[in-house]
């Protein structure tokens, strides 16, 4: 690998973690929403998620800067997919966002190596996870089946 070829591989891979900051931005965020609108039922539920997004979007922030970036702040504000007024969709957002950051640690596990693939692996496997509880669905290859027919690596960060 020549040197040139490293730094595309060391710049492909902070854009990578770049990309799953800003998909844990809005995760939290969009977690803000479903904990105001979910049932009583699913309320643990929804603030374990809620906890383990922040613990991750925390972490990369330690990445990226590790990786010599400056992390991508959070909006103040992010695009719902939909309209939440009820506990059924609020269900549904939290399915749909981590479908969203399954996706984005995909790309992550594609263009990282060593710790940090195998981390992005189990982040991608606990959003698949955290999916399939919400949605009662599952897909054969998390993060890969939102990916089909799009060219684009890395989506614009929605709620």
């Known amino acids: 690998m020549t040197v040139d070829e490293a730094r595309e591989a060391e710049d492909r891979e902070l854009r990578a973690l770049q ?3 800003a998909a844990e931005h809005a995760a939290v ?3 803000g929403v479903v904990g105001g609108r979910i049932g009583e039922k699913r309320r643990a539920e929804a603030r374990t998620a809620y906890d383990a997004h922040r613990a991750r979007r925390d972490a990369l922030v330690r ?3 590790d990786a010599g970036g400056e992390p991508v702040a959070a909006a103040a504000g992010y695009a719902l997919p939909f309209p939440v007024p009820d506990a059924a969709a609020a269900v ?4 749909e966002l981590e479908d969203r950051v399954a996706a984005v640690y995909a790309d992550l596990v594609r263009d990282s190596g060593g710790a940090r693939r195998r981390a992005a692996a189990e982040a991608m496997r606990e959003a698949a996870v955290r999916s399939v509880r919400w949605s009662r669905e599952s ?7 939102e990916r089909a027919g799009s060219a684009s690596a890395a989506p614009a960060p929605t709620a």
Request: aromatic share 16%.
């Open 139 to 145: 897909v054969a290859f998390p993060g890969l089946a």
């Open 29 to 31: 965020y969009g977690y």
């Open 63 to 65: 990445e990226v800067r």
């Open 92 to 95: 549904r957002l939290a399915a």
């Open 19 to 21: 990309a799953a900051l």
